[in-house]
């Protein structure tokens, strides 16, 4: 594995408008979204997403520091000049190309329907008429269902995972959201208790997007080619692999780009 002269360093920091000149500040969202990246007990966030953050600025020989915000204020803090680079399962779709530039995917897994046992729910319009779906609020499956469910009523979480709390407790009939996020779910007491999978919707990329990708401003050309490097590298070098294999019996990159 080819040797780099200068090593990424992550570390935990609270939200500055200052910050020096050679360090990348990487925006993580502060809510739970495992097995992406949980905070610890000190709200410095671990997973899958941070490992491979970690990794990808190793390759392209930035210095890399986490901050973290709400997930809805992200984009604002990019906008703002608080943070360089979002990383924080950011998908990539038109809509949010309006505003801010895209590095090229580095996974992408499907969104599935989660609803309660015993209960009958399809992942189709029909399938959900007349039924409550919990989302995360500012999330490509909130606009998801908006778009595809007409006749749901659609009720909004700051998280993803009051969304999984109130499906236990019956408030709502389903959620919708990342396969690996509701896997992790279905996964644990409450889940497997109360719930069950009910189907992958039809993906559609005006909503769900084409991929998942660092969020950067429109102007910083020079980032998001370096990043876009280094992600080839990651997959070239068997890093990507290595680091999906401790968390993952696949590859959740998903189809290569055309």
């Known amino acids: ?14 939200l500055a ?8 500040r990487v925006g993580f969202a502060t809510e739970p979204y495992p097995p992406f990246a949980t905070p610890d007990a000190t709200g ?7 490992d491979i953050t970690r990794a990808i ?10 901050v973290t915000t709400a997930w809805d204020g992200l984009i604002p803090e990019l906008t703002a000049d608080r943070i360089d680079i979002i990383a924080a399962s950011l998908s990539i779709t038109e809509r949010r190309r309006q505003t801010i530039a895209f590095s090229d995917k580095y996974y992408q897994t499907p969104a599935v329907l989660v609803g309660a046992q015993g209960i009958d729910l399809a992942p189709t319009a029909e399938g959900v008429a007349g039924r409550t779906i919990g989302v995360q609020s500012a999330s490509i499956h909130q606009a998801y269902v908006l778009e595809h469910f007409p006749e749901a009523t659609v009720r909004e979480y700051q998280t993803q995972d009051e969304a999984h709390q109130d499906l236990f407790a019956g408030r709502i009939d389903a959620t919708l959201a ?12 409450e ?3 109360c719930c069950e999978l009910k189907g992958e919707v039809a993906h559609d990329d005006a909503t769900l997007g084409e991929g998942i990708g660092f969020g950067l401003r429109q102007e910083d050309e020079a980032l998001r080619e370096a990043l876009n490097a ?3 590298e990651v997959r070239a070098d068997g890093t990507y692999a290595a680091i999906t294999e401790r968390y993952f ?3 959740i990159y998903g189809a290569p780009v055309e």
């Not at 408008?17 to 990348?24: F, S, Y």
């Not at 600025?57 to 986490?66: D, F, G």
């Open 44 to 50: 410095a966030p671990h997973g899958w997403e941070v």
């Open 178 to 189: 990342d396969r690996l996020v509701l896997e992790d779910f279905l996964a644990s007491r």
């Open 230 to 232: 280094a992600i080839a």
């Open 191 to 193: 889940g497997q208790m």
């Open 249 to 251: 019996d696949f590859d």
């Open 17 to 24: 408008p200052l910050a020096q000149a050679d360090i990348t």
């Open 1 to 14: 594995m080819k040797r780099h002269l200068l090593l990424a360093t992550l570390t935990t920091a609270c």
């Open 57 to 66: 600025c190793a390759a392209a020989e930035l210095e890399c520091e986490i």
